[in-house]
């Protein structure tokens, strides 16, 4: 057979494949989760590959997304994203992703599900090839791009500055590196009227927690806004640690011209609707890869009001489609708010401007291509495989792993005190950084 007949025939291989995402935590509150939704029913749609979602059991008291008929979802019993998994409970999670035959692995963070794969790839017998995506800027997706090296066939960075993180990290596979931002299916429903709003509605969707989105500058920022004239709403959807805490706070404490309403998990199908209700998108984080969110509502024509983050400079223009403020300055982003509501032409402008930006950079159909023709390349290459001797989990990361879920289960302890100082000062009218005893 010729060289390019054996090309051809790898490359019809290759389609007969399983193109699997995995998901550690299930099909839970989060950006990826809705990118792989997303992404396996485009791509069915296209016939390339036979697409399907792993999906881990979620965290205890964690909800989960309505599943399609349609979709291709298989269960894998055991959660991946909390506690490091012993021997035992990787051989389970191994057997379920081998269960599928050959295929292209796509597993989102967790050292629990890339250490499966890595047990699956010491063994010869196993044809799976590995894409390996640092989703946020943070050391824990680049130590797990790194430490996984020897298994990834390719790499995805979502934000100009992940690539650089990654080339920097790991200058070896530049050429393996590549630059593929996220793709939105959403389309603008309406064009922002020039008429004075009666209100100016804000939306948020995401997980409702402290750490890395920084919720609790939420009650900051109504306070900031309370101060200030016009009326806001905010909508926000998602789940998480300090639902019910912030729902509780909004109850007991009314603020005159700010209404939040919280909407609990909203499935994918629905998020468009949301968008399409709101002014602006907001985004408090304190890092990010490139916040899907943001994309998605940018692409409704929603203006950002967003923290200097990765991602963020790729899409947001300082005033052209948002404002980029300094991670929790609250204070100016109520000052912008509060210019938008005053200036409805300049939010339609910069509405229209957000539109013509998603467009032109996070076009679905264009991803695929990419995508397909990354998926293909990977295919192309030599099978990887585990190194025999090498630690699945490094030493190392058992200990870090202990001390960040320790820090992440006294998050919602903290969170629930700092609550209680807001509404306690705003009780006793003390000033508390953001509130005065004037404003209410």
Not at 210 to 236: H, M, T
Request: glycine letters at 6%; hydrophobic letters at 40%.
């Amino acid at each position: 057979m010729s060289s390019q007949n054996s090309k051809q025939h790898h490359q019809t291989d290759a389609r007969k494949t399983a193109l699997i995402f995995i998901l550690a935590n299930g099909l839970t509150n989060g950006g990826v989760t809705t990118w792989a939704i997303n992404a396996i029913r485009r791509l069915s749609a296209r016939n390339d590959y036979n697409c399907a979602i792993i999906a881990h059991t979620p965290e205890a008291g964690a909800d989960e997304f309505s599943r399609s008929h349609s979709d291709r979802i298989i269960d894998c019993p055991g959660n991946a994203s909390g506690h490091l998994p012993n021997a035992q409970t990787l051989n389970r999670f191994a057997n379920c992703y081998s269960s599928l035959g050959d295929a292209i692995l796509i597993p989102n963070w967790s050292w629990g599900t890339w250490a499966a794969v890595a047990a699956l790839l010491r063994r010869p017998e196993h044809r799976l090839h590995v894409i390996g995506i640092a989703h946020t800027d943070d050391e824990s997706y680049y130590d797990l791009m790194v430490y996984y090296e020897p298994i990834i066939s390719k790499y995805i960075a979502v934000s100009d500055h992940i690539y650089r993180q990654l080339v920097s990290k790991i200058p070896s596979r530049q050429q393996d590196i590549i630059r593929l931002s996220y793709p939105t299916n959403l389309r603008p429903s309406r064009v922002h009227s020039t008429q004075p709003l009666n209100c100016l509605k804000i939306g948020y969707a995401g997980r409702i927690q402290e750490y890395q989105k920084r919720i609790l500058d939420l009650p900051k920022l109504v306070a900031d806004l309370a101060s200030r004239q016009g009326n806001y709403c905010f909508e926000i959807a998602g789940d998480g640690t300090h639902l019910a805490e912030l729902r509780a706070f909004f109850s007991e404490n009314q603020f005159p011209n700010v209404r939040v309403h919280f909407h609990g998990l909203v499935d994918p199908d629905a998020i468009a609707s949301l968008w399409a209700s709101v002014d602006v998108g907001i985004l408090f984080s304190s890092h990010e890869g490139l916040s899907i969110s943001m994309v998605e509502s940018m692409a409704a024509g929603c203006v950002q009001v967003v923290t200097d983050v990765s991602g963020v400079s790729d899409s947001v223009s300082h005033g052209v489609t948002g404002f980029i403020h300094t991670i929790g300055d609250t204070a100016a982003m109520a000052d912008n708010l509060q210019t938008l509501y005053q200036q409805p032409e300049l939010l339609s402008q910069m509405s229209a401007r957000c539109i013509e930006h998603a467009h032109l950079n996070h076009d679905p159909q264009q991803y695929d291509r990419q995508l397909v023709e990354l998926v293909q390349q990977a295919w192309q290459q030599p099978q990887r495989h585990w190194p025999r001797f090498r630690r699945l989990i490094p030493a190392s990361v058992v200990a870090t792993q202990r001390a960040r879920l320790k820090k992440t289960a006294s998050i919602s302890i903290q969170g629930r005190i700092k609550l209680k100082c807001i509404g306690l000062m705003k009780s006793l009218g003390v000033r508390l950084g953001f509130i005065d005893s004037q404003d209410f």
